[in-house]
């Protein structure tokens, strides 16, 4: 039987692999020649339930096939288009799976075993967190192992299919399905506010180093410019300071990307630009002009707050990504505010324009 089962499985991978590797990615371009969505949609279809129906035929679960298929046709050329045509139904079946779970569960055992499910809830999700945070804190940061394992301590949507199937085979009686399949939604409930506040749990837990840094009375600088951030648009900025020859001081206040700052030679301190006792001892009122680079809304308005307070006359410019965050900011009255969203159309238009004119010239 054992020996059975393990040439079957062998026949359906060697069939799947020698038709995902010869035969797919001519398949899908020979149907994409068509230019009709609807054929190709239907062959990416028709291929998911044909190798659905060759599991079955060699004995194994159509959701294995399936899953075999989506293995095949994630290795072809196409695959980011077939995930496009497949969202609509990615998203309607998702919403019908959980209806279905939904309907199985029986309040009323719930009720009467609640002690048991949220016992089997934490125990689950203590052990699944215990087992990642140390695995990972071997190969990362104690922080990152600490947000990966809150992350991924709820038990899988998986599950729910698995719990179903054994009930359907009479592995497990039903009040037992019940427990599990309750466990499981209560843990996918909890992860919604675990995530929320992944930040606050692991400061609380792991807090962020310090680090080993001394007091800085003055910076000496003067028509300097203060960069506050160090992130992706952070750097950017720097860059081009640095190729305009401009004097300039990095506040950041993630210790991660601090240290990155210094490996590049940069003039950057690990301090809050929240803090305005921080932004004194930056000569504030000496710079010619103060850059807030942070994405976070709550963040940057207490920055800009900060500023405000200390120097309401400074040259403080701003990003906001759109035209929500700027109101969160118009009180502040920050004469310097651009909105990504405006100043990229912006652009794109002027591009457009450019392209026009050449096309012109051409003629």
């Known amino acids: 039987m054992l020996k059975k089962i393990v040439i079957d499985a062998i026949l359906v991978g060697l069939i799947i692999y020698l038709v995902g590797k010869y035969v797919i990615n001519w398949l899908l371009e020979w ?16 291929l998911v339930v044909g190798s659905a129906e060759l599991a079955h035929l060699f004995g194994f679960t159509y959701s294995l096939g399936a899953f075999l298929a989506g293995m ?8 980011y288009q077939i995930e496009a045509e497949l969202v609509p139904f990615r998203d309607l079946l998702l919403g019908l799976f959980f209806v279905t779970v939904g309907m199985q569960i029986d ?8 002690g048991q499910i949220l016992l089997v809830t934490l125990i689950v999700m203590a052990v699944k967190f215990g087992i990642i945070y140390l695995f990972l804190r071997f190969f990362t940061r104690l922080r990152i192992a600490m947000k990966t394992a809150l992350a991924l301590a709820q038990v899988g949507e998986f599950a729910l299919a698995v719990f179903s199937l054994a009930q359907a085979n009479l592995l497990i009686d ?77 506040l950041e206040h993630n210790i991660h990307r601090m240290e990155q700052g210094q490996r590049m030679g940069e003039p950057i301190f690990f301090a809050n630009a929240a803090n305005k006792e921080v932004l004194k001892q930056f000569d504030i009122d000496r710079a010619s002009a103060v850059i807030v680079a942070v994405d976070h809304i709550r963040h940057l308005r207490l920055i800009c707050e900060a500023l405000m307070d200390i ?53």
Not at 31 to 46: H, K, N, Y
Not at 72 to 79: D, I, S, V
Not at 107 to 114: D, G, K, S
């Open 107 to 114: 309040l009323q055992v719930v009720a009467q075993n609640i």
């Open 72 to 79: 095949m046709l994630a290795e072809t050329h196409y695959k």
């Open 174 to 250: 039903g009040e037992q399905a019940q427990i599990l399949l309750s466990a499981v939604v209560i843990s996918m409930v909890l992860s919604v506010f675990i995530l929320a506040r992944i930040h606050e749990i692991t400061d609380r837990l792991i807090p962020e180093p310090e680090p080993k840094m001394v007091k800085v009375a003055s910076t000496g600088f003067n028509d300097h410019i203060i960069v506050c951030g160090f992130g992706p648009l952070g750097q950017k900025v720097v860059a081009e300071l640095k190729r305009q020859g401009v004097s300039y001081v990095i």
């Open 311 to 363: 120097a309401p006359h400074a040259n403080v410019v701003v990003k906001v990504r759109n035209e929500e965050e700027q109101s969160m900011i118009e009180d502040l009255q920050i004469d310097h505010v651009l909105v990504q969203s405006r100043e990229m159309a912006r652009l794109l238009v002027v591009e457009a324009m450019r392209c026009r004119l050449r096309i012109g010239q051409k003629e």
């Open 31 to 46: 149907v994409t020649r068509t230019d009709s969505s609807e054929i190709f949609l239907g062959t990416v279809l028709f």
